[in-house]
């Protein structure tokens, strides 16, 4: 593994929220093509985390670097946030809620980015959104508003949407923890089939199966810090801590 | 009946037709002043800057406090007053510039709209879904592009219906400026009725032309929600 597979390095994370400390030195490393999930009970700090991987939240102190260069933080700001759009640009993020543009329709959300973060021209970024949208199997639906789409379609529509950017790595902060269950299996599918043609994924979840099935590397988060972390085979086969076992026997 | 309203000699149909421009003009020219005052006083008010901060809510309570008409008093004459003591400052032998009332009165409308629609933009800012404005932070866009792509656009929906309110307050605040004898449609009507003698006749017209003014309003309003609503469903 060369020093240029490397796409994203956190080193001794932590952050605080007023007085409470959610991450106490997290330091995890995202190789190119890996699929990392990232497990834990709620509040054990790891959609935090990820959110700090693009610098939706700043933190407290240690630092993230982007392909080898790391961003300058001073006093909880940015030194250059157009270093941060920059990456941010390269490195798409699906949320728990969607947050799809409202008054946008399934295509226009998709071609936002390409037309006003990367300047592409408007017929190019409609053919990329429609081939995208048609991907992730609603090519029929792409000129509904979010409103008249459900919620797994709208997930897809987001998938779609960060893919649209042609991203080194896409963060996935808890994506089906808001789909009613039925509703589950389109947005994993979608997602094995980015894992599957090699895309680097950083996901936070609570799907056990996507976790084991699917990544190549599990971390564990259990209070702030990493408790476990493996490949899916070492973790589910013999958990080594007992929080982790705990965890997992309780799924 | 019919030849009171007459256009020519004889008829006040054109003073009136013309005190219907004015006021119009008026309403028009003010609408942009007073929406962008309304933002820059949001904006003071939601910074984190404390002094800011306090000039934005200290400007909406004193403006809401105090009655429009003095606000056009304090412009037109006050204003006049600072305009020529500048000048003379600069050229002692400068003629005394006279302020147009019409000036005065969309300063004056102006900072009035300015206020309460900060107060509208501001509740509208804060409607706003943390999520969206982040989803556009996630991909990359800058400060300047979330603001006119997606904060613009949304709050838009918020702030309409309270906007629309305080347009139609403000066309018909637009009467005051007769008093600092800009010939609107209130100032038309009074005249005519100071001439004719039938103050009912021609104070229910301008009662009717004030009203038509606000459904005129009311219906292209009703269309640009309906055009901001467009995507969001109905509950």
């Given at each position: 593994?060369?020093?240029?597979?490397?796409?994203?390095?956190?080193?001794?994370?932590?952050?605080?929220?007023?007085?409470?400390?959610?991450?106490?030195?997290?330091?995890?490393?995202?190789?190119?093509?890996?699929?990392?999930?990232?497990?834990?009970?709620?509040?054990?700090?790891?959609?935090?985390?990820?959110?700090?991987?693009?610098?939706?939240?700043?933190?407290?102190?240690?630092?993230?670097?982007?392909?080898?260069?790391?961003?300058?933080?001073?006093?909880?700001?940015?030194?250059?946030?157009?270093?941060?759009?920059?990456?941010?640009?390269?490195?798409?993020?699906?949320?728990?809620?969607?947050?799809?543009?409202?008054?946008?329709?399934?295509?226009?959300?998709?071609?936002?980015?390409?037309?006003?973060?990367?300047?592409?021209?408007?017929?190019?970024?409609?053919?990329?959104?429609?081939?995208?949208?048609?991907?992730?199997?609603?090519?029929?639906?792409?000129?509904?508003?979010?409103?008249?789409?459900?919620?797994?379609?709208?997930?897809?529509?987001?998938?779609?949407?960060?893919?649209?950017?042609?991203?080194?790595?896409?963060?996935?902060d808890e994506p089906t923890s808001a789909l009613d269950p039925e509703l589950v299996g389109e947005v994993l599918k979608v997602m094995q089939s980015l894992a599957a043609e090699g895309?680097?994924?950083?996901?936070?979840?609570?799907?056990?199966?996507?976790?084991?099935?699917?990544?190549?590397?599990?971390?564990?988060?259990?209070?702030?810090?990493?408790?476990?972390?493996?490949?899916?085979?070492?973790?589910?086969?013999?958990?080594?801590?007992?929080?982790?076992?705990?965890?997992?026997?309780?799924? | 009946?019919?030849?009171?309203?007459?256009?020519?000699?004889?008829?006040?149909?054109?003073?009136?037709?013309?005190?219907?421009?004015?006021?119009?003009?008026?309403?028009?020219?003010?609408?942009?002043?007073?929406?962008?005052?309304?933002?820059?006083?949001?904006?003071?008010?939601?910074?984190?800057?404390?002094?800011?901060?306090?000039?934005?809510?200290?400007?909406?309570?004193?403006?809401?406090?105090?009655?429009?008409?003095?606000?056009?008093?304090?412009?037109?004459?006050?204003?006049?007053?600072?305009?020529?003591?500048?000048?003379?400052?600069?050229?002692?032998?400068?003629?005394?510039?006279?302020?147009?009332?019409?000036?005065?009165?969309?300063?004056?409308?102006?900072?009035?709209?300015?206020?309460?629609?900060?107060?509208?933009?501001?509740?509208?800012?804060?409607?706003?879904?943390?999520?969206?404005?982040?989803?556009?932070?996630?991909?990359?866009?800058?400060?300047?592009?979330?603001?006119?792509?997606?904060?613009?656009?949304?709050?838009?929906?918020?702030?309409?219906?309270?906007?629309?309110?305080?347009?139609?307050?403000?066309?018909?605040?637009?009467?005051?400026?007769?008093?600092?004898?800009?010939?609107?449609?209130?100032?038309?009507?009074?005249?005519?009725?100071?001439?004719?003698?039938?103050?009912?006749?021609?104070?229910?017209?301008?009662?009717?032309?004030?009203?038509?003014?606000?459904?005129?309003?009311?219906?292209?309003?009703?269309?640009?929600?309906?055009?901001?609503?467009?995507?969001?469903?109905?509950?």
């Amino acid at each position: 593994m060369s020093k240029a597979d490397l796409i994203l390095e956190a080193n001794d994370i932590y952050k605080s929220f007023g007085t409470v400390e959610v991450l106490k030195g997290i330091s995890l490393e995202a190789k190119n093509h890996e699929v990392i999930s990232i497990l834990g009970a709620s509040g054990s700090g790891k959609s935090t985390f990820l959110r700090c991987l693009n610098f939706l939240e700043i933190p407290t102190s240690g630092t993230i670097a982007f392909h080898g260069e790391p961003v300058n933080i001073v006093n909880g700001k940015p030194v250059n946030p157009k270093h941060i759009e920059a990456i941010r640009s390269r490195l798409g993020m699906v949320f728990q809620q969607f947050n799809l543009w409202t008054h946008r329709t399934a295509i226009e959300n998709v071609m936002e980015g390409p037309i006003y973060v990367k300047k592409m021209a408007k017929n190019l970024a409609r053919e990329k959104a429609e081939s995208l949208l048609e991907r992730v199997g609603l090519k029929d639906r792409m000129h509904m508003y979010p409103s008249q789409l459900s919620g797994g379609q709208q997930q897809r529509v987001a998938i779609a949407r960060a893919l649209a950017m042609e991203p080194d790595a896409i963060l996935f902060d808890e994506p089906t923890s808001a789909l009613d269950p039925e509703l589950v299996g389109e947005v994993l599918k979608v997602m094995q089939s980015l894992a599957a043609e090699g895309r680097t994924m950083i996901v936070v979840t609570h799907e056990m199966a996507f976790a084991r099935d699917v990544s190549s590397k599990v971390v564990f988060f259990h209070a702030g810090k990493i408790a476990e972390q493996g490949t899916p085979d070492e973790m589910f086969k013999n958990p080594k801590t007992e929080v982790f076992q705990k965890f997992i026997s309780n799924i | 009946m019919f030849e009171l309203f007459s256009f020519g000699e004889n008829g006040w149909g054109d003073e009136i037709l013309d005190g219907v421009a004015i006021t119009a003009q008026l309403a028009i020219a003010t609408l942009p002043v007073g929406l962008f005052f309304g933002f820059i006083v949001a904006f003071a008010a939601m910074s984190n800057n404390k002094p800011l901060k306090a000039i934005g809510y200290g400007y909406t309570t004193l403006m809401r406090g105090l009655p429009e008409i003095l606000t056009l008093f304090v412009v037109y004459n006050g204003v006049g007053l600072l305009l020529n003591t500048i000048i003379k400052w600069w050229n002692v032998d400068a003629q005394p510039l006279d302020f147009s009332p019409f000036l005065a009165g969309v300063i004056a409308l102006a900072m009035v709209f300015g206020a309460f629609s900060a107060e509208v933009l501001r509740g509208a800012f804060n409607a706003l879904d943390e999520g969206q404005v982040e989803a556009g932070r996630a991909v990359g866009m800058s400060p300047n592009v979330i603001f006119w792509r997606i904060k613009l656009p949304q709050i838009w929906r918020f702030a309409l219906p309270g906007l629309g309110n305080l347009w139609i307050n403000m066309l018909k605040d637009t009467s005051l400026v007769s008093i600092i004898a800009l010939n609107d449609l209130m100032r038309m009507t009074k005249v005519a009725v100071a001439f004719t003698k039938q103050p009912f006749t021609f104070y229910l017209v301008a009662c009717l032309i004030y009203w038509l003014m606000s459904l005129l309003s009311e219906i292209i309003l009703a269309k640009m929600e309906h055009n901001a609503n467009r995507g969001i469903r109905r509950v």
